[in-house]
């Protein structure tokens, strides 16, 4: 995956004692072609059990943006010809990130809404794929995916473990 290593450098250096990836995905802030602050910065949309994280390394420096949770006030969802934009809102601030992983932005938003205690609703009406990502058979495997990518420590892949075992 293009983000992995984004997501390794996260968690090396910025990740805080205590704190644990929950997800991420690749994609970018900024605007295509923009310039300045509005440039285009490549990286990862990161979700802890804290906040939410867009990091990206590069060689002449890094880029952290950082939201924690418990301070979002709302997640705007845009998609159009499989590019997807999920805007996070706080009272003063906001985040704008784009993919173009469906299964990524899922992920993410259900992450999020997780996070601030809130469930997440299905953006298709097919009640299967909703059952997919809630599943917690699919979920361990996921998780499994993550420690073997070497995203999550194997401490952080137990406590998941533990608590996906208990709504078995």
């Not at 418990?70 to 003063?92: C, D, P, Q, V, Y």
Request: proline share 2%.
């Amino acid at each position: 995956m293009k983000g992995l290593k984004h997501a390794e450098k996260f968690k090396t250096s910025h990740l805080k004692s205590g704190e644990s990836v929950i997800t991420w995905t690749d994609g970018y802030i900024g605007k295509m072609m923009g310039k300045g602050k509005d440039a285009q910065r490549n990286g990862v949309l990161l979700v802890t059990d804290i906040r939410v994280a867009f990091y990206r390394k590069g060689l002449l420096g890094e880029v952290i943006e950082t939201i924690p949770l418990k301070s979002i006030s709302s997640i705007e969802r845009r998609s159009l010809l499989g590019h997807r934009a999920i805007k996070i809102f706080t009272t003063h601030d906001s985040l704008e990130f784009k993919t173009f992983s469906k299964e990524g932005e899922l992920m993410l938003v259900d992450a999020i809404e997780a996070g601030r205690g809130l469930k997440a609703e299905p953006l298709e009406l097919d009640n299967s794929k909703s059952a997919e990502v809630n599943d917690p058979y699919d979920q361990l495997r996921k998780l499994s995916e993550l420690k073997n990518a070497g995203i999550i420590s194997e401490e952080e892949f137990q406590a998941k473990k533990t608590k996906l075992m208990d709504l078995i």
